[in-house]
Each structure stands twice: as C-alpha cells, then as structure tokens.
T-cell receptor, first 111, second 113 residues
Framework: GESVGLHLPTLSVQEGDNSIINCAYS??????FIWYKQESGKGPQFIID?????DKRQGQRVTVLLNKTVKHLSLQIAATQPGDSAVYFC??????????FGPGTRLSVLP | DSGVTQTPKHLITATGQRVTLRCSPR?????VYWYQQSLDQGLQFLIQ???????AKGNILERFSAQQFPDLHSELNLSSLELGDSALYFC????????????FGPGTRLTVT
C-alpha cells in the first residue's frame, strides 16, 4: 500500500492499552472538528466529530476531547487493537468552510 | 468499501499534459469533495460541490478545475501538469453540504514524469 507521511510522529502502544492522539488546531474560529483514520493504501475514514459547543463526545471505543482555550483536540481509543494501526488526522472546519487537516499521527499497535 | 468510486486508480502522465479524474459519490449523497494528499503537504482540501453547485473552495490551483454533473458524479481536471502535482487525489461524498460525515473513495494516484 501507499505510505502516507513517511516522517509522521508515531505513537506506539501495547495491544489492549488505551491510546491518546493529540492535535493542535490553528483557528480559534473553527467550529467543527473531525478525526479520520487512514490505513495504508486506503482513503481516510471518518471516526468521530465534535462541534465547538461541546467539549467531549463519545463513540464506540473512541472519545474526542476539545479544549478551545488552548486549541487542542485529542482522540482517545480504548483497548487498542491491531486493526487500529493507521495514520490518524484531525481536521478543523473554519468559518470560510475550508477543511484544514493536521499532519497526522501514525499509531502502531504492538502485540 | 465506502461506496465512493474513483477512476482511474493509477495515472502516469508527462509534464504539461492534462488529465481528468472521475468520482461517483455514494448513492443518495449530494455533496462531493476533492482532496490532494502528498507526502510533503499532507491532506489538502481542494473544492466542494453540492448538488451541482460549487459550495466551498480550498487550496485549488487555477490550473485545476472541477464540476459536478446532474447525475452527481464529479470530475477533477488537472492541466499543465507539473512534477509537483504528483499526489494521491481523493474524492469524498456526504449526504448534504452541511453534513460533514464524509465518505472517502480509494483515491487516484497521479504520477507526473
């Protein structure tokens, strides 16, 4: 498959542990945020989103936290599994309706 | 499988040429988005269409253009190609223009030689 971002920051976690992937966003006016997962050779896959009027949202095994004070977004994955190995991107939607993506973090799950 | 299809999967062409990338959204989705993903610039939003009309514009070069047809499929035209245009081009679709849960296609790998 294709290699995305060969020099991405990498997070290595043990299978079964929780993972926390962080993202700093740029625009304090952004009002909508998305986390995507991209496996090798595939397109990004929507994981979870959050609006700026919330500070936490939970999905299945995933939680997104938003701290608008410091413009920080995090994705927490509970009980990380080998299938979670991928590159994770955060994206912000600003008032001008342009999506801006972060550089991505590579999650590597160790057996 | 997201339900979004893109053709071709791979494209190799020379500098100065023009290519057309094609995208069919998921059934029922009215909005189409185009993205460029390169190793040095990451994933960049290019343009969005909703029900045939341009909805939002990102970092799309003037050499690039797109359109969405009445059957909702979309084409991205890249002209006067340069080596730096080599990248993965993704199409995504969503139900409405305001629904940001986007489903991505498998991408087209463009190589300009």
């Amino acid at each position: 498959g294709e290699s995305v971002g060969l020099h991405l920051p990498t997070l290595s976690v043990q299978e079964g542990d929780n993972s926390i992937i962080n993202c700093a966003y740029s625009n304090s006016a952004s009002d909508y945020f998305i986390w995507y997962k991209q496996e090798s050779g595939k397109g990004p896959q929507f994981i979870i989103d959050i609006r700026s009027n919330m500070d936490k949202r939970q999905g299945q095994r995933v939680t997104v936290l938003l701290n608008k004070t410091v413009k920080h977004l995090s994705l927490q994955i509970a009980a990380t599994q080998p299938g979670d190995s991928a590159v994770y991107f955060c994206a912000e939607l600003n008032y001008g309706q342009n999506f801006v993506f972060g550089p991505g973090t590579r999650l590597s799950v160790l057996p | 499988d997201s339900g979004v299809t893109q053709t071709p999967k791979h494209l190799i062409t020379a500098t100065g040429q023009r290519v057309t990338l094609r995208c069919s959204p998921r059934s029922g989705d009215l909005s189409v988005y185009w993205y460029q993903q390169s190793l040095d610039q990451g994933l960049q939003f290019l343009i969005q269409y909703y029900n045939g009309e341009e909805r939002a514009k990102g970092n799309i070069l003037e050499r690039f253009s797109a359109q969405q047809f009445p059957d909702l499929h979309s084409e991205l035209n890249l002209s006067s190609l340069e080596l730096g245009d080599s990248a993965l081009y993704f199409c995504a679709s969503s139900v409405t223009g305001a629904n940001h849960e986007q489903y991505f296609g498998p991408g087209t790998r463009l190589t300009v030689t």
